[in-house]
């Protein structure tokens, strides 16, 4: 049972544009949400995250939306860099629990 | 600081042998996880330590596996009677408190591969 879905098993986006990934999931009880990155041969990096409380976080260049209604969120670089080129995976989590559930994974890669 | 640490990089066994994987968490961190990542697979939950706190082993496949965290710090997995299925990259985190949106930092893992 797959909780956190990343449907879009890789992107390509051209340098400069916007880099959109998607993941929707199905536990009610979610209401923390993270973005992880990963590069080959390391560990997943923290992104950015989202609390349910809110609709949009802002870091920089990247912004994560959360739809609460629809239980899909999407991530956006913009503008995006050669070195965004890396695997991108979508966590969820609830408050008292404090294991993180994954989704599988966009791999993006950004093409100069 | 050092970041969280993992060894081996690689393991290479033959079904049915014991495997042991070692992870170093960010000194100071209360919080350790165990997760592994099969082929085409996101990160999948194997088991949580918080302080002095009873682990949560939910994540567990089976009786085969088993960790343990000694004096807060250094943790061991242990894999008995390796399957080919067990086959994954494995991924220790620790974090600073352990609550839900405290950032886990992760090692770079290691790959079991069993023959």
């Known amino acids: 049972d797959q909780q956190v879905k990343q449907n879009s098993p890789s992107l390509s986006v051209q340098e400069g544009r916007i880099s959109i990934l998607n993941c929707d999931y199905t536990?009610?009880?979610?209401?923390?949400f993270l973005w992880y990155k990963k590069y080959p041969a390391e560990g997943p990096t923290f992104l950015i995250s989202?609390?349910?409380?809110?609709d949009k976080n802002e870091d920089g260049r990247f912004t994560v939306f959360l739809n609460k209604s629809a239980k899909h969120l999407s991530l956006h670089i913009v503008p995006s860099q050669p070195g965004d080129s890396a695997v991108y995976f979508c966590?969820?989590?609830?408050?008292?629990?404090?294991?993180?559930?994954f989704g599988t994974g966009t791999r993006l890669t950004i093409i100069p | 600081g050092a970041g969280v640490s993992q060894s081996p990089s690689n393991k290479v066994t033959e079904k049915g042998k014991d495997v042991e994987l070692r992870c170093d968490p960010i000194?100071?961190?209360?919080?350790l996880y165990w997760y592994r990542q099969s082929l085409g697979q996101g990160l999948e939950f194997l088991i949580y330590?918080?302080?002095?706190?009873?682990?949560?082993k939910s994540g567990l496949p089976s009786d085969r596996f088993s960790a343990e965290r000694t004096g807060g710090s250094v943790s061991t997995l242990t894999i008995q009677r390796t399957q080919q299925e067990d086959s994954a990259v494995y991924l220790c985190?620790?974090?600073?408190?352990?609550?839900?949106?405290?950032?886990?930092?992760f090692g770079p893992g290691t790959r079991l591969t069993v023959l």
């Open positions: 536990n009610s009880m979610f209401d923390y």
């Open positions: 966590a969820a989590t609830f408050f008292g629990n404090e294991k993180l559930t």
């Open positions: 985190a620790s974090s600073l408190t352990g609550v839900a949106t405290d950032t886990q930092y």
């Open positions: 330590f918080q302080g002095n706190s009873a682990p949560d």
């Open positions: 989202i609390s349910s409380i809110k």
């Open positions: 000194s100071g961190h209360t919080a």
